[in-house]
Structure formats: C-alpha cells, structure tokens
C-alpha cells in the first residue's frame, strides 16, 4: 500500500517513485484550489441567496404594502356605507317649533287688591298694630299667604273667594318667574276648581273663574300659534325670547284640573274649546323643551278626553283628527302624536284610529275608503332600490294604529285579508340583507304583526 497517495496496494503506476514528492506536492496544491473554490462558489451562493431573500423581502412589502392600501380602501368604503346608512335613520328624527316669539306678559301688579276684604279686616284688626301692615304692602302680604298655604285656609272658612284674589292668584299661577310663586298658585287653583264630589258643590263660593278665553290668550302669550301648520325645529332658530316658558306646566295642569273637576257637572268649555284645548296639549308634546314634561302631558290629554259627553265625543274625535293631520308632518312627528294618546281606553284607542286614518287619507288622494288605503300601500313595490322605506315605515305604522285600534279587522274579513297581504308583501319585499335605513325596522315590525295577526285571526 502506497502510504503517500494512500492507495490500496501498490499498482506499479510509478507515482511511488522518486519524483513521486513533485507529483505529491502539485497533487495537495490542485486540493487547496478545489477547496478555495468550493468556498468561493459558497459564498457567491449565500451572496445570490441573501440578494435573493432582499429582492423577496422587499416583494413581499410592496406586495403587504398594496395589499394593506386595498385593504384600508376597502375598510373606507365599508365605513363609508355604515355611516351613510347609520346617517340615513339619525336624519329622521322628531321635534316641531311648536311656539314662536312670546308676546309682553300682563303686569303683575293690581291695586284691587289694597280694597280686599280680607286684607281690610287684617289691617283693622288689633293684631296690626303690632305688625304694621300697610296697604302698599298688600300684594306682598297675599304672596306670602299664598306661599305658605294659609290663603287657601283663610278662603275656606271665609267661603268666599274674591274676583281681584282670583284673577290676581291666576296672573301669578300663569306669568310669574318666581316658581315657588306660581307653584303655590296652580296648587291653589287647581283646589279651588275641584268640585266635592259628595255634596257636589264648590268648597268656596268663588266669584271669578277662568275661561277657555283666559287659557287661549295664555298660550298665544306663550307663543303658541292656533291653526297654522308646524315647522320643523332649527339649530339655528335658538332664540331666547322663543317660548315657551316654565308657566307651561301650570297651563297644563290647571287645564286638566278644569276639565276632571267638570265631569259630569256644569260644564266650563263647549265642547268645540275642549277641542282645541286637546289638540293644543297633544302639539306640545312635539316640542323637544316639554320631553320631560311626558306625564304631565298625557294626564292632560286623559283629563280632556274625558271632558266630552259620549254624545259629542265621536264627532269631537273627528274634528280633532282632521286637525291634526292638517298641521302635523307625515314623519316621526305623527308617531310621536300618536303616542301622545296614552291608555288603552276606547276613546284613546279611537282618537288613534281616527288620526292615523286621516294621515293616511291624506296622503293617498286617490283613496277614498278603507280599502282604497290598503290598496293603495299593497301597490308599493318596497324591493326597488329609490322606494323611500322611511316613509314606508311611516305607513305601516299609521295602518297598524289606525286597524289595531278599533275592531275593524274583526267586522270586515275583506280589510283583515287585504291587512294579511300587505304585511306579506312587507316582509318578501325588503330582504334580510338589505342594508336601505329602515329597512330591517320594516321587516321586522311586519313579520310581529304578521305573526300576532296569525295568531288572533
């Protein structure tokens, strides 16, 4: 074995020769060579590879890159359509200018008070010498009766209310900005106007009470203006001297205080100004200032609704409706009109009914009974793109109030079929992924009354 070239054995190749140390030395330099190039070619190849993975990197960031603009365009214009269709139901919202300008109140001074009776026996009693009560001081002195309760008491034993008290209680009651003033005055005058239900007579002989007259020229004070269609409220109409004032809620109180304590007794309005007085209360409720007065506004309407004899309460019911639907829009404000009627009582529920039918005889002219209305809506193709669903959802829920309010669906099987095809329509129409506004409220408020309807009829 040849122990240079490590060969196996000794072939007889002559490289185990003498000159075998040249072959041997030129054989380990053609070794090295093989080695430098093999790391030269390694190298090269981890310089190709590194340049490759670079050109990649920076691909596959222009590739992230374009892939992140087309993915934050197509984030806008997702957010682009939500807020468009998020806008879409915020447009629509209630709220009406129900008062303009206020006119100058009446002055609160009346010097009929100085010759009251009652002040005269106080001042010629022996009890003024200790308090010194002089006439200039009148008024001030009734206020502080009024205040503390004591002026009801004094009335009541004397059983006589004088006409400068009464109108001077009254002014206080409707025109004061003293609250605890006309706070103390509308209790008064709502005690004074109640009838004692057993002996059915007044607690006090009072010589003046206040009329329809009287309560008409307040609002008009106030700001409110009769018959005249309403507009819609303005960011920009923020007047300070716009009505109305804090006296409202007095106004509304006393005027249903009037009107239970007159049920069934002598009446203190025809039946035409109870009327107006109704359609009054049932407008302040669109005046956004007056939503945290919803109580005392939907007592008020009761207390009117139950003003009326059952003799004058169907064509009351009908002139009121016809009014209201002259002077309030065909938009969330009628909703919210409706909802002024609180109770499920008879007359509440046809009040309801009978606005709800003239808003939508109003807006159909072709329609001219019931089943005129209902073909009319059936006749709206709700699956086209430009149908304007919000005035859809306004129609369906007038016909809801107006037919689910009375027993119309149970008197005439034609209306209650014609009612069934309508809500069909309503909920094949306007699909599940229909992202128009107002479009699921549709759908869903008719697959509800669909469902009830299954069920009752």
């Known amino acids: ?29 053609t070794i090295g060579l093989d080695d430098l190039l093999t790391d030269y070619f390694k190298e090269q190849s981890k310089v190709i590879e590194r340049q490759s993975k670079r050109a990649k990197a920076l691909k596959d960031h222009d590739e992230s890159g374009v892939r992140q603009e087309v993915m934050l365009k197509s984030l806008e214009e997702c957010e682009f359509k939500i807020n468009e269709i998020g806008c879409g139901e915020e447009e629509f919202t209630w709220g009406m200018q129900v008062f303009g300008n206020q006119k100058p109140a009446p002055p609160l001074v009346f010097p009929e008070l100085a010759s009251n009776s009652l002040l005269q026996s106080v001042m010629s009693n022996q009890v003024n010498s200790l308090v010194k009560l002089t006439v200039d001081e009148g008024q001030v002195f009734f206020e502080g009766l009024l205040i503390n309760g004591w002026l009801s008491q004094l009335v009541g034993r004397g059983g006589r209310l004088e006409k400068s008290v009464a109108q001077w209680i009254y002014h206080i009651m409707l025109y004061s900005q003293k ?35 009287d309560l008409k020229t307040a609002v008009e004070i106030y700001g409110f203006v009769l018959h005249v269609p309403l507009q819609g409220e303005s960011p920009s109409a923020d007047n300070d001297n716009r009505g109305p004032p804090d006296n409202i809620q007095m106004w509304i109180k006393f005027t249903a205080a009037c ?152 008197d005439k099987p034609l209306i209650c079929e014609m009612w069934g095809v309508y809500l069909r329509h309503c909920t094949c129409q306007i699909s599940h992924g229909d992202l128009r506004p107002y479009a699921a409220k549709i759908r869903a408020k008719a697959t509800y009354l669909l469902h009830s309807k299954t069920k009752k009829y």
């Open 179 to 213: 609250e605890e003033l006309r706070t103390a005055a509308c209790n008064f005058w709502c005690t004074a106007v109640q009838l004692d239900v057993k002996d059915n007579k007044q607690p006090t002989g009072v010589e003046w009470f206040p009329s329809y007259s």
């Open 259 to 410: 009107c239970q304590a007159s049920r069934g007794q002598e009446c203190m309005f025809l039946a035409s100004e109870a009327e107006t007085l109704l359609e009054v209360i049932v407008l302040l409720s669109l005046d956004r200032k007056l939503e945290g007065f919803l109580l005392l506004l939907h007592d008020g309407v009761q207390s009117v609704i139950n003003y009326f004899t059952d003799e004058e309460w169907q064509a009351a019911c009908q002139n009121v409706a016809r009014s209201l639907a002259c002077r309030v829009p065909k938009d969330l404000n009628c909703i919210r009109a409706l909802e002024s009627i609180p109770g499920i009582s008879p007359r509440a529920n046809s009040l309801r009914a009978a606005v709800s039918h003239q808003l939508l005889h109003n807006s159909f002219d072709k329609a001219c009974d019931e089943e005129g209305i209902l073909s009319c809506l059936i006749a709206i193709n709700m699956a086209e793109r430009e149908c304007d669903l919000f005035k859809m959802y306004i129609y369906l829920s007038l016909a809801e109030n107006w037919l689910l309010s009375t027993t119309v669906l149970e």
């Open 1 to 29: 074995m040849c122990a240079r070239l490590g060969c196996i054995q000794s072939c007889g190749c002559g490289l185990c020769s003498d000159g075998s140390d040249v072959t041997v030395f030129g054989r380990t330099k």
